[in-house]
């Protein structure tokens, strides 16, 4: 299968720059970081992509058996690094795809220089002493009322994940988003998303990390970021003023700096 074609990768920005490979979250495709990117094209070399499922992607590839975990997901990350020939990678993983570029950087970390996760979460329900943000009963539901009425769902719960209701602008681009996504794979990759638990994946990073914490996020709460931040050895952690869990659209230029400031730090 052509790798490129089946996640829509586009290549753009300094052709002989390193690279950096943008990764959306879930219900979005790349379109998402179009604010961002424009900041690290004279450097860099710009690899945006979508998940199977989402996007240009080739849904014909989808394969339940494959996506059933995100590891899945973190292969076809390597494998377009492989079809590109991409070593020396910035991988910058916005929510649950932050998890995602982890476990590549764990499967293949001679691939990867860099990691910048944007609102990461290992877990997403509360597990003893570990605060997920959500119990088990909440993505319970929250999975039952995808599953019974996937619009529906998506027109609730977009604005609430974007945040900023001042800008409602900002709530019905997530909202249209998931509703161009593959409603039947969107409800695999939420199951996949809310029930993972790749905490352990955490200590095995050995790259340097920017862990991006938004402000009033209700996906992933200022408590996931710091737990992030202290599983990775040697990571830094920069609290946007940026609030809701989609700093790429919310607050694209103070995300580009903060990333841009922690390169130039390596």
């Known amino acids: ?102 476990i590549a950087a764990t499967k293949e970390p001679e691939r990867f220089s860099r990691l910048v996760l944007v609102g990461p979460s290992p877990r997403y329900t509360d597990d003893g002493d570990y605060v997920g943000g959500f119990t088990t009963e909440d993505i319970e539901g929250l999975l039952e009322s995808l599953d019974s009425n996937y619009l529906g769902w998506s027109s609730a719960m977009a604005p609430v994940i974007m945040g900023n209701p001042d800008r409602p602008q900002l709530g019905d681009e997530l909202t249209n988003s998931f509703c161009r996504t593959d409603p039947e794979i969107a409800r695999d990759f939420a199951r996949v998303t809310f029930t993972a638990d790749n905490r352990v994946e955490l200590s095995q990073v050995r790259v340097p990390t920017l862990v991006l914490q938004c402000s009033d996020d209700v996906i992933a709460p200022a408590a996931v970021g710091a737990y992030v931040h202290e599983q990775v050895a040697g990571s830094t952690l920069v609290q946007l003023e940026a609030t809701g869990h989609c700093p790429n659209l919310s607050a694209p230029e103070e995300t580009a700096a903060a990333i841009r400031a922690f390169l130039d730090r390596q």
């Not at 074609?5 to 720059?17: F, H, K």
């Not at 070399?45 to 973190?74: C, E, K, N, P, W």
């Open 1 to 102: 299968m052509d790798v490129l074609a089946r996640n829509n990768v586009t290549v753009s920005g300094r052709p002989d720059g390193p690279p950096m490979l943008f990764a959306h979250g879930f219900g979005c495709d790349q379109n998402m970081w179009r604010y961002v990117t424009p900041a690290f094209a004279d450097s860099h070399r710009i690899v945006l992509f979508d998940h199977v499922g989402a996007g240009g992607s080739d849904l014909t590839a989808y394969d339940r058996q494959r996506y059933s975990d995100l590891s899945g997901y973190a292969d076809d990350v390597l494998d377009i690094c492989s079809a590109l020939d991409l070593t020396d990678v910035t991988f910058v993983g916005h929510s649950v795809s932050a998890m995602m570029g982890v």
